[in-house]
């Protein structure tokens, strides 16, 4: 299948490279009919001026001038929609075959795609990955357990609760000296005893 792929491949490459080139050609050539009509519009543009002033023969000449002009121009007119028409067909050839090619491709590569998947899937066993995962869910819990045992906290349970209430006092006293210590000399008040030092000291940071 690989080998007949690459060959329709191939072939379809030649294929689009001379349409390419036709398509190319017709242009050019429709460029060359349309650069002749833009001329022929011009001579009889100037043929016409010409015409505004003659009379008799010279007008008759010029009569048999601009028809020849006319038949010209009639002449070009037809190559030139022949030869658009012509690449317009050979340009929808070619994106026909471009369109028909990348379909190949995508149903090539889908193919290969799709035999790989299988071919790797024979080495995957569902039962097998359903019990990993439920090893994995056991494995998070016991995990999540042995984290919360190792976080408790015994600290608090080794001081006695009179201890922390008196290092606490003892804060609130140091904080109140300091400040007063801080203050200009005139405002110092006398030192206050213990229980004043406690209230002032938990007034001043309420």
Known sequence: ????YMGLKEM???????LTETSEKMGDRAKVMEANIKEC?????TLKNTMKTQTGMAYKQSQRKAMMLIKKKKLYETQYN?????????????????GISDAIGVANCLKQTVAIQKAAMQHINIDELDDLQEEMQDLMQ???????????DYSLDAFNEAELEQELDELDEE??????QDAPSSKLPSQPQKGEAER?????LN
Do not use: C, P
């Not at 299948?1 to 007949?4: G, L, T, V, W, Y």
């Open 1 to 4: 299948i690989r080998d007949r």
């Open 12 to 18: 379809q490459a030649g294929v689009r490279a001379q």
């Open 41 to 45: 519009n011009k001579d009889l543009l």
């Open 82 to 98: 022949n030869l658009t028409n012509m690449q317009f067909n050979i340009d929808t050839v070619q994106i026909t075959t471009e």
């Open 142 to 152: 016991d995990q999540e357990e042995i984290q919360e045992i190792l976080g408790r």
């Open 175 to 180: 904080i109140v000296a300091e400040k007063l």
């Open 200 to 204: 002032i000291g938990l007034s001043e």
